[in-house]
């Protein structure tokens, strides 16, 4: 049997045991490695995150979106649909509120959201990683019910998927189930790689 939770509980700890100054250069590591790959220049909507328990800050590439003048989205939690995602327009001066789980989301009309399959990039925060492309999050399943149309598409598979996290994040291997949806690409703070 696989043991998520010491999975998580491992890559917790060594989140928390950076400095700021390791979580900062990192953070920009993968700015300079999202922002120089074609994941990126290849596209206008692109959704980020707002780190959550030390995980990689996205800021500097938040940034990098608004200076490109492409559309950066945050992940807000569906208010009917508990278990489900909606992406919020996320510019500077976005007014923000706390959701359930005490993470910041954009506070905007219900008209202005938009659902996974009308962005072109989501990056997806990650626990850990293996080079299949399987991702291990924090065990909610929201990114893997949310994006489950992908699992059935065969030609068309935008928006594409790219999970983002510290180098020491990947494993050897992570058990996959069916309902998994893989990454096709992970940038961490030492590398890009590419699903296999």
């Known amino acids: 049997m696989f043991d998520y939770s010491q999975i998580r509980q491992q890559m917790r700890k060594q989140r928390n ?19 120089n790959g074609h994941l990126f220049r290849n ?5 980020c995150y707002i780190a959550n328990d030390n995980e990689l800050d996205l800021e500097p590439l938040i940034e990098r979106i608004w200076l490109a003048n492409k559309v950066c989205y945050l992940p807000v939690l569906d208010s009917i649909h508990k278990n489900r995602l909606w992406f919020a327009p996320y510019h ?12 910041p989301e954009p506070r905007c009309k219900k008209s202005e959201l938009v659902r996974a399959q009308s962005l072109d990039l989501i990056l997806t ?16 399943g929201f990114y ?5 149309f ?17 180098d020491f994040q990947r494993v050897n291997r992570l058990p996959c189930q069916a309902w998994d949806v893989p990454l096709r690409a992970i940038v961490t703070d030492g590398a890009v790689y590419k699903s296999t």
């Open 43 to 47: 596209s206008r909507h692109i959704a």
């Open 125 to 140: 925060p990650l626990v850990a990683f293996d080079k299949a492309g399987n991702r291990l999050g924090m065990g909610g």
């Open 17 to 35: 045991a950076l400095s700021p100054r390791q979580q900062l250069d990192a953070a920009n590591r993968v700015e300079r490695l999202v922002a």
């Open 150 to 166: 992908l699992l059935r598409r065969r030609y068309w598979h935008k928006p594409r998927l790219c999970g983002v996290g510290y």
């Open 144 to 148: 893997d019910r949310s994006l489950a």
């Open 92 to 103: 500077p001066e976005s007014e923000m509120c706390l959701n359930r789980f005490g993470i």
